[in-house]
């Protein structure tokens, strides 16, 4: 009997290329590849990349040195780049590191098999091309749906709102949202294999159906996915402020399954530097729809994200960003350092914040929401929360979850409660979790 051929791939930034790389073991399965957690055992290895800051990018090319030491010793060893760094750099990948195999853009996934069965006869190849088809979504199986308590599901792809700092419309091309059917017949199939919460994704899931009017907007695809039978909590991700609708808002007061937790970026808290960004909000609107959320369902979480040092911010514009977390007390904050990207319209601004100014300002930033994060997870202790039970702990001695406003919780309880949303009694609110109770079931 052949021995099984063995992938071993390794996932770099967002929740779109988790999804992605969900994919990509399904389709390696397709042509007899088990995945490894070993890359001495690999026979191809796969890096799913990302661009969104410099260092990002620097440590796939590290890795890649690392890799291509391997295949010293094992000649046959195929080596694939795909994500976002192959798409932003594309023949220029090969040039650097002639070793690798194969290279594919984000839109190419439905290549895959192919390029690597080639790579066993010795081909190299790339694709990059964009394929601007909603077809695209459905040109391969889904990612396979057994054992999985919380999936994702790509609702759309690509974006055009050109983020004066962001890469990723240059690197995942223009925004296409999937049809409801579509996305319905995904989301009944992780249903039926077992999986009680779906997360529905894309770059900017509120301008799902933008461009093509009579179609249903997210809202309605909110409404329809909810009353999917067997998906009892409901999430999406990432919403942009400017698209935030009061249809959409009325979803969370109105659907019972949908999770009260949104992640709503900021990213400044300076009008100056949300223009410059072209954000399109400015301070006094993001906190607007902040606070009408709030008013339809008193209990949701915010998480966000923020960068500093973008050029232009002045220590003026920066403490805005401090108050802005003060206003709005995120549950937790993903804070970056301003990483000018090739091709980006920011790229071209002088950047006159000097690095220790703005790795000082991350600090302060990062040092204020640590405490507003362990005084948010603190006002939770004795309060009754609804919990889906993921699994066991990383301990291994209790079960692990998430509560409907997305914060981890640890608690005692039966390992067969495992897919099951249960209450429980939180007993302590820790820097990056919630300890807690189940009460009886
Ligand atoms: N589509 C989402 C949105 O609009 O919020 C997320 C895009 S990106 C994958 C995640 C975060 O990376 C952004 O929200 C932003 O804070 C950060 N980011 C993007 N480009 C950046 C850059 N050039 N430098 C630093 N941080 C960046
Ligand atoms: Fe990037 Fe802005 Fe699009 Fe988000 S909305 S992906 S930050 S360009």
Redesign the pocket.
Known sequence: MNKAKKLYLETF??QMNVSDSEKIVTLMKGIGYQQTADPVEADLVLLNTCS??ATAEQRVYGHLGKFKSMKKHKPGLIIGVGGCVAQQEGERLLKKAPFVNLVFGTHNLHLLQKMVSGAEQGKQSIATDFLDDEKRFDLFPHAESEGGVSRFVTVMQG?D?F?A????PHVRGREISRSADKVLEEVGALASAGVTEVTLLG??VNSYGFNDPGAPDFADLLRMVARVEGIERLRFT?S?PKDISPRLIACFAEIGKLAPHIHL?A?SGSDAVLKQMNRGYTRAQYLDKVRALREACPEIQFTG???VGFPGEDEACFEQTMELIEEVRYADL?S??????PG?K?AEFPDEVRRAEKQARLERLQAAQKKITLARNESFVGSVQRVLVEGPSSTGDALFGRTGGNRATVMNGDPALAGRLVEVRITQGLQTLLKGEVLDV
Do not use: E
Request: charged share 10%.
């Open positions: 930034g967002c969104i800051r974006c709102n983020c700092y962001c890469i990723v770059q900017n990432t942009h970026p990213q994200d923020m960068i993903f970056f350092i301003y990483s000018a990207r980006t920011a």
